[in-house]
């Protein structure tokens, strides 16, 4: 990889999030995950402008990277750990659309800062955020 040293760590620690995050939605209830994804406390007074944009550059080599496909949620859920441990806070957003043959689809979206890290692609109907 002719990546950044930085960008690889980043990689490296998306791919567990990633991980971890599909198999957390699997084992515990939606209460207790808002609880281990909460945003940061306090946050620091000088923010790293770039790294919503790493997070998102390495989210997205580790999609690459791992032998399945992570939903929005499960992406959501990793950069915001990612995020959270830095002290940067985000908020993720869960929301519905109803296209026009009434099968409802749900999403899941990440913004820190001003940039959407995991996309919101559309016109959702936001139903909860944290």
């Known amino acids: 990889m002719a990546l950044p040293w930085r960008?690889?760590?980043l990689t490296a620690e998306a791919c567990l999030e990633l991980t971890a995050g599909?198999?957390?939605l699997r084992l515990l209830s939606f209460e207790r995950i808002t609880r281990i994804y909460a945003n940061p406390e306090s946050a620091p007074s000088l923010h790293n402008d770039k790294?919503?944009?790493e997070v998102k550059t390495a989210?997205?080599?580790a999609g690459h990277l791992l032998p399945w496909k992570s939903k929005c949620l499960v992406r959501a859920l990793a950069a915001r750990k990612m995020l959270a441990r830095r002290k940067f806070p985000s908020t993720l957003s869960l929301g519905v659309l109803r296209p026009g043959n009434h099968k409802t689809a749900a999403h899941?979206?990440?913004t820190a800062g001003n940039l959407e890290v995991v996309?919101?692609?559309g016109e959702w109907t936001e139903l909860?955020?944290?």
Request: no cysteine; proline share 5%.
């Open 51 to 53: 790294l919503p944009w």
């Open 119 to 121: 996309e919101k692609n």
């Open 7 to 9: 960008v690889r760590w």
């Open 59 to 61: 989210l997205r080599y």
């Open 128 to 130: 909860f955020s944290f």
């Open 22 to 24: 599909g198999l957390l």
């Open 108 to 110: 899941a979206w990440l």
